[in-house]
């Protein structure tokens, strides 16, 4: 289980999901294998073709401490708060 919860800095920071993932140099090939998942179904997760299940984003909170709208929003948004 990956554990990198989300830090948030001093500036107000905008981002979406897909430019989070550019930023932790994640993968979607590794996010689809953390996540048993297919590396295509996770980009199209990711670009907004198809939706996150519930078990998607249950699974994203837990291991990266993402809340469901950043993850399901396409738009930018400031960061979550770092889970403790």
Known sequence: MV???I???DE???ITMKEWL???RI???FLAS???QSPGGICRKVNGQVP???E???WLRENYGLSYDFVIDTTPHQLPMEVV
Do not use: G
Request: glycine share 0%; net charge negative.
């Open 22 to 24: 550019k930023r932790e």
């Open 34 to 36: 953390e996540m048993n």
């Open 3 to 5: 554990l990198n919860m």
């Open 52 to 54: 996150w299940s519930l």
């Open 12 to 14: 107000e920071e905008n």
């Open 7 to 9: 830090e948030q800095t």
């Open 27 to 29: 993968s979607y090939r």
């Open 56 to 58: 998607d984003l249950v």
